[in-house]
T-cell receptor, first 114, second 112 residues
Framework: ETGVTQSPTHLIKTRGQQVTLRCSSQ?????VSWYQQALGQGPQFIFQ???????GRGNFPPRFSGLQFPNYSSELNVNALELDDSALYLC?????????????FGPGTRLTVT | DAKTTQPNSMESNEEEPVHLPCNHS???????IHWYRQLPSQGPEYVIH???SNVNNRMASLAIAEDRKSSTLILHRATLRDAAVYYC?????????????FGKGTHLIIQP
């Protein structure tokens, strides 16, 4: 059973640029959630996708957008990058939306904005 | 969302039991209690969850107070690998669960 994978591992971008991060969910999982983790803080929920539809969203501006594909892999896109977007971006997959399903996290993508 | 309160840090010795407390006095009757941990330089890892009854799995035990206003994660025999930040999280069981709300968690230090 393959776990959650994310690419790339590290990324350096310039302020104002756009970035796309990718996530492959665990086999059999139809739900993907994205989180942003600043240094020294707990992860913050960005949004969640269930069967290719956005199911919920945290307190992030519209320049953070996402996509989920028919194979349930997912992308996180961030436009007009700001210095504060520098963080570890985590994705997590789960079997579904129920509150008793555990989320399986990937290792994250470290984004640095200069 | 109901909030949780955890100590900022705790220290324990290797091979001894560890009890990590979590207060959630505003919990509703339908909130699940989840615990995740994050080892250094890794993504969070699911540990255990419960609703009303105490729960055991291969990693840990979860003891839930009768009034559900607090819970305790129990690591029965800590190893150095258990050094991590532990997060206690409530998830509403109204259906269509949203993302996890992480607080600051408890930084667990294990002494050899």
């Amino acid at each position: 059973e393959t776990g959650v994978t994310q690419s790339p591992t590290h990324l350096i971008k310039t302020r104002g640029q756009q970035v796309t991060l990718r996530c492959s969910s665990q086999s059999g999982h139809n739900t993907v959630s994205w989180y942003q983790q600043a240094l020294g803080q707990g992860p913050q929920f960005i949004f969640q996708y269930y069967r290719e539809e956005e199911n919920g969203r945290g307190n992030f501006p519209p320049r953070f957008s996402g996509l989920q594909f028919p194979n349930y892999s997912s992308e996180l896109n961030v436009n007009a990058l700001e210095l504060d977007d520098s963080a570890l971006y985590l994705c997590a997959s789960s079997l579904g939306l129920r509150e008793y399903y555990e989320q399986y996290f990937g290792p994250g993508t470290r984004l640095t904005v200069t | 969302d109901a909030k949780t309160t955890q100590p900022n840090s705790m220290e324990s010795n290797e091979e001894e039991p560890v009890h990590l407390p979590c207060n959630h006095s505003t919990i509703s009757g339908t909130d699940y209690i989840h615990w995740y941990r994050q080892l250094p330089s890794q993504g969070p890892e699911y540990v255990i969850h419960g609703l009303t009854s105490n729960v055991n799995n291969r990693m840990a035990s979860l003891a839930i107070a009768e009034d559900r206003k607090s819970s305790t994660l129990i690591l029965h025999r800590a190893t150095l690998r258990d050094a991590a930040v532990y997060y206690c999280i409530l998830l509403y069981s109204g259906g269509g669960a949203d993302g996890l709300t992480f607080g600051k968690g408890t930084h667990l230090i294990i002494q050899p």
